[in-house]
Every structure is written in structure tokens, then in C-alpha cells.
């Protein structure tokens, strides 16, 4: 059974293209969280939600929106691609925010834009 | 800000040579230190945490110790399997609300 799940594994998409990227966990967790590696494999967090409220927002251009539609799902859209918006995006998955539980991560959306 | 530097950026050793990886970090009030192992490809998968320090934990030929500046990843009698990027990441307590700062991770390759 996969435990944290992403969709597309790949997306390629041009510039000024808006895309969605899709994250669901069969863990029972009440945490989820948005992570972007850029090509020096370097891992940031973007975004956080708890129970479907946003807890993390980090310095992300407002072009990118989450949103969850229950504490199993969390959805990344991004309007008007960049460039720079290619990296591959993790989506990951945690027991709960308030202590340090471990966090399980998706294979990854790798995101080219052209 | 919390910070957390790995050392070295790439390693070779041989099968069987056994090593250690270093994770510094500077963090206020750690909750925790993770290590995680990356394949290419794939998603970082989970391998310890650990809490306060002198706190140590063994899985197959790895073993996290942790002191209050700085964690090591030792791997002991390594085979060609165990090649995959390291990475090392810390919360904070406070407001954090879960976030894991990462090091930017250590490219192990075990030649048989």
C-alpha cells in the first residue's frame, strides 16, 4: 500500500500555464506539508496544513495555492509557471505538528517548465 | 534563523570500508534531528530521529548519535545498497508547527 501518493509523477508544461498537483495519504495523519528540492537536491518547505487549516506559509510567491479538502488531501495549483518554478515538488505527511514526528514523503512531481 | 550544514557533500568508499557522515546544525530549542535516506528519483525516505543529546540509534550497518552542535550518521561495513544521498534535517520548538529545515544532504557511493 503507498502511503503518501502524488499525481503527476511528471509534468511539463509551458510558460504562463497554470497546473495542479495532487497529494493524498492513507496514513491517518493529521499533517501535511508541501516541500520543493531545487537541482541541488536542496530541500525547502513551502507549505503546511493541520486538519485542513493552513499552519506554514513560507516566503512563496502567491502564485502558488494550496488547498485541502480533508485531512487526507492536499493539492498544490501554481497559475502563471515560471522558469524558475521548475524542481520536483514533495508532498510529505506527519502524525501531528505539535511534536517532532517523523514525516513520510511521496515519490515526488518532477515539474518542467519550458 | 535555523541552519543545518552536512559534511562532506560526497563520499566514496569502498565495500566495507566503514565512515561517518556530519550534520551541524544551529536551531533554537531542537525538538528534533531526522535522517533520511534519498534514492534518485524518489521520495526522502525516513531512517531516525533523534531527541536530546547523547541519544543514540542503530538500523542494520547505520548508527545516529547526536551531541548539542552536531549529529553523525556511521555506517558500518557499507554495501553497494547502501548508496543513495543522506539528509539531515532539524525542527525547532516554539511555533515551528512541524517544519524541518534541511541540509543540503550527502551523495554516498559504496564501490563493490
Known amino acids: 500500500d503507498t502511503a503518501v501518493s502524488q499525481t503527476p509523477k511528471y509534468l511539463v508544461t509551458q510558460m504562463g500555464n497554470d497546473k495542479s498537483i495532487k497529494c493524498e495519504q492513507n496514513?491517518?495523519?493529521?499533517?501535511m506539508y508541501w516541500y520543493k528540492q531545487d537541482s541541488k537536491k536542496f530541500l525547502k518547505i513551502m507549505f503546511s496544513?493541520?486538519?485542513?487549516?493552513?499552519?506554514i506559509n513560507e516566503t512563496v510567491p502567491n502564485r502558488f495555492s494550496p488547498k485541502s479538502p480533508d485531512k487526507a488531501h492536499l493539492n498544490l495549483h501554481i497559475n502563471s509557471l515560471e522558469l524558475g518554478d521548475s524542481a520536483v515538488y514533495f508532498c510529505?505527511?506527519?502524525?501531528?505538528?505539535?511534536?517532532?514526528?517523523?514525516?513520510?514523503f511521496g515519490p515526488g512531481t518532477r515539474l518542467t517548465v519550458t | 534563523e535555523d541552519q543545518v550544514t552536512q559534511s562532506p557533500e560526497a563520499l566514496r568508499l569502498q565495500e566495507g570500508e566503514s565512515s561517518s557522515l556530519n550534520c551541524s546544525y544551529t536551531v533554537s530549542g531542537l525538538r528534533g534531528l531526522f535522517w533520511y535516506r534519498q534514492d534518485p528519483g524518489k521520495g526522502p525516505e525516513f531512517l531516525f530521529t533523534?531527541?536530546?543529546a547523547g541519544e543514540e540509534k542503530e538500523k542494520e550497518r547505520l548508527k545516529a548519535t547526536l551531541t548539542k552542535k552536531e549529529s553523525f550518521l556511521h555506517i558500518t561495513a557499507p554495501k553497494p545498497e547502501d548508496s543513495a544521498t543522506y539528509l539531515c534535517a532539524v525542527q525547532a520548538g516554539g511555533t515551528s508547527y512541524g517544519k524541518l529545515t534541511f541540509g543540503q544532504g550527502t551523495i554516498l557511493t559504496v564501490h563493490p
Open positions: 533523534l531527541y536530546s
Open positions: 496544513y493541520n486538519n485542513k487549516e493552513l499552519i
Open positions: 510529505a505527511s506527519s502524525q501531528d505538528r505539535a511534536w517532532a514526528y517523523e514525516q513520510y
Open positions: 496514513l491517518g495523519h493529521d499533517t
